[in-house]
């Protein structure tokens, strides 16, 4: 059943070549709406085999460039009759209820988000992309990016936890040409990455901390109002704890070059960016650190046995790699994709997936969206089965009118089997629901 449903939704990722792209210098585009978009529902949801009755209501607006995201969601459970406690046993939880808080879109001169970030990038990705704060419905947090751009120097930010110092990074860069009325070379940037895990373990005692750090070039060497294309080279330092070891060392560094490039908005019909990238990779090393599976890996006990992150890089050999992404939209955006994909050269199950589809209105009468995330890929079977190294989204919607939508969701994540535990094990859910869901 796991693979015939996560099959249905490759199939929808394949046959709906994609998404609103506006690739800026910084890289691929991300999925969501950020506006526009007001749903509600009704519906069941199985978690850890008990049945709730669920009342959801997400609504999404925009308001010039302000944009605020909603998100209610009541479990009341099937046999008791009350909410679900563990939605809402601590203040913080309230403040959940606001997903996020915005102002403009990534890539703007100015762009402010506060709350769930769901994919988060910085630079170009090759220290921190597509990371979430977001690792399940349970773990949500409240987080700031923050990014402001002068023309001739600029920065992007991220605090993963506005509650307590976790997750904080920033890039810094400067266009030391910008003032030259010379083509091509006047948007030459230099930039600086520096991302910090303060405590892992999120047990204050302990001293576990780990850093990434790292440098990066760019060339925007065509820039037209449809054609877009970017040089870039990226180079990246891990520094941190290491639980196996039981100290703080520095691990390895690795180095990337690659391009971007973006088709926008021809004839109304597609809008399209791709990035293709060559990885050096040092001994004890790997790229994307802070990822979207970093909330669950960055610290866990295994077996009784405590683990970082950090520690799968013991060991790791020199290697190089390749990575890949699309992102864009068909047919005036009503079908909108992402995908990327990277491997390292002769390396088993070093293969790391993320694909994310949404198509509200290619099709009459039908509404669908999947994403997925897979690692440790080597061969289709990989792919094709839901186990501890995935997180999928799949659901599929019956428009009994154009507002309102009969939607069947089935989701795989990850929870801790107690709170603070750091022991994970993977959850299902299955939730059948009624949508309200009007775009403007």
């Known amino acids: 059943m796991k693979k015939m449903m996560l099959f249905t939704a490759i199939l929808i990722l ?4 994609a998404p609103r792209a506006q690739m800026a210098d910084g890289g691929l585009g991300y999925m969501g709406t950020e506006g526009g978009l007001i749903m509600g529902g009704m519906g069941v949801s199985v978690i850890d085999n008990q049945t709730y009755f669920s009342i959801n209501f997400r609504p999404e607006l925009a308001f010039g460039k302000f944009g605020i995201g909603l998100n209610v969601n009541l479990l009341y459970s099937t046999k ?59 773990e949500r947090k409240i987080g700031l990016a923050f990014d402001l751009d002068f023309g001739q120097f600029g920065f992007e ?27 091509i070379i006047r948007n030459f940037a ?66 990337a070059a690659g391009i971007m490039t973006s088709l926008g908005n021809l004839f109304g019909l597609l809008d399209i960016s791709a990035k293709l990238e060559r990885r050096w990779l040092g001994k004890e090393f790997m790229p994307s650190f802070f990822d979207p599976f970093y909330e669950i890996y960055r610290f866990q006990i295994e077996n009784g046995v405590e683990l970082h992150k950090t520690d799968e890089l013991i060991g790791l050999a020199e290697t190089k790699g390749v990575f890949g992404g699309l992102y864009g939209g068909l047919l005036g955006n009503k079908v909108r994709l992402l995908g990327m994909f990277s491997r390292l050269d002769k390396q ?14 290619a099709v009459p009468a039908v509404a669908a969206h999947a994403t997925y995330d897979k690692v440790g890929v080597e061969t289709i079977d990989d792919v094709l089965t839901l186990d ?46 009624l949508v309200f869901a009007y775009h403007f």
């Open 14 to 17: 394949a046959f709906s070549v």
């Open 157 to 183: 930010s991220v605090a993963s936890n506005l509650g307590r110092a976790e997750i904080v990074g920033g890039r810094v860069y400067y266009r030391p040409l910008h003032t030259l009325a010379i083509p």
């Open 190 to 255: 230099i930039g600086a990455t520096f991302v910090h895990d303060f405590d892992p373990d999120t047990w204050s005692g302990t001293d576990d901390g780990v850093s990434v750090y790292g440098g990066d070039v760019e060339l925007p060497i065509i820039r037209t109002r449809i054609f877009k294309t970017t040089l870039y080279y990226d180079w990246a330092q891990i520094a941190g704890y290491s639980s196996l070891e039981g100290e703080s060392r520095t691990f390895g560094s690795g180095r």
């Open 80 to 138: 008791t009759g009350s909410i679900r406690a563990k939605d809402w046993d601590s203040g913080y939880d309230y403040f959940r209820l606001i997903r996020y808080l915005r102002y403009g879109r990534k890539w703007d001169p100015v762009y402010a988000r506060i709350g769930t970030l769901d994919a988060a990038q910085l630079g170009h990705g090759f220290i921190m992309n597509y990371y979430t704060n977001e690792a399940s419905y349970d």
């Open 388 to 433: 501890n190294r995935s997180v999928a989204r799949v659901g599929l919607g019956y428009k009994i009118k154009p507002y309102l939508i009969l939607y069947m969701d089935y989701i795989w994540t990850f929870v801790e089997t107690e709170p603070g535990s750091h022991v994970y094990k993977p959850q299902e859910r299955i939730e059948p629901k």
């Open 348 to 361: 088993k199950k070093s293969g790391a997936l993320h694909l994310a589809a949404d198509a509200p209105d």
